[in-house]
């Protein structure tokens, strides 16, 4: 199965400032089928990103992502308040579709 | 607005059983896949299951395979986890989660808030 490692673990930012996070696979992952997802606490993950650089429908364009092969970042350009939370990534090309562990993005 | 609301998480004894529920309103459940996910405490996500629109189609992890059965009733727009021979290393929060309808391989557009299973004597 294809491993998602993410990169920082927790990424402690202040509103305003840009927050660059990476997804890194141990195969290569078709630039078609990689997703970004946002989780707050108690609350439902939300895709962000698919096939690696589509915004989903209603995500602000301040989120962006990039990357092929075996390397995907995921950006956000200006911090605001609500930005602040888990982030994980998922290739969902082969089976089993494998997430990433997740980066933390706090308030500092 | 579409929504996906878990049930019948809880405490189980190790080899017991229980069986998840995840209603799902706002659209209409035969034309999407399904699929549970879960997160064991301090540890990623982990795809467990999915299901076809019709039903007719499933797959597992192999941790779960012979295990957890997926199931769906469109009538009821309600999908299901039959989980049996629990162990302690399936306590985790459980998602149920939509399939975009992005034909092919596609990422999962809409998840409930989960549902805790812990397994422990």
């Known amino acids: 199965e294809i491993v998602l490692t993410q990169s920082p673990g927790t990424l402690s930012l202040s509103p305003g400032e840009r927050a660059t996070l990476s997804c890194r696979a141990s195969q290569t992952v078709s630039s078609t089928y990689l997703a970004w997802y946002q989780h707050k606490p108690g609350q439902a993950p939300r895709l962000l990103i698919y096939g690696a650089s589509s915004r989903a429908t209603g995500i602000p364009d301040r989120f962006s992502g990039s990357g092929s092969g075996t390397d995907f970042t995921l950006t956000i350009s200006r911090l605001e308040p609500e930005d602040f939370a888990v982030y994980f990534c998922?290739?969902?090309?082969?089976?089993?579709?494998?997430f990433g562990q997740g980066t933390k993005v706090e308030i500092k | 607005e579409v929504q996906l609301l878990e049930s019948g998480g809880g405490l189980v004894q190790p080899g017991g059983s229980l069986r998840l529920s995840c209603a799902a309103s706002?659209?209409?459940?035969?034309?999407?896949?399904m699929s549970w996910v879960r997160q064991a405490p301090g540890k990623g996500l982990q795809w467990v299951s999915s299901i076809n629109s019709v039903g007719s189609n499933t797959y597992y992890a192999d941790s779960v395979k012979d295990r957890f059965t997926i199931s769906r009733d469109n009538s009821k727009n309600t999908l299901y986890l039959q989980m049996n021979s629990l162990r302690a290393d399936d306590t985790a929060v459980y998602y149920c989660?939509?399939?975009?309808?992005?034909?092919?391989?596609?990422?999962?557009?809409?998840w409930g808030q989960g549902t805790l299973v812990t397994v422990s004597s």
């Open positions: 989660a939509r399939f975009s309808p992005c034909g092919g391989d596609c990422p999962f557009d809409y």
């Open positions: 706002g659209f209409m459940s035969n034309n999407f896949a």
């Open positions: 998922q290739q969902y090309g082969s089976s089993p579709k494998t």
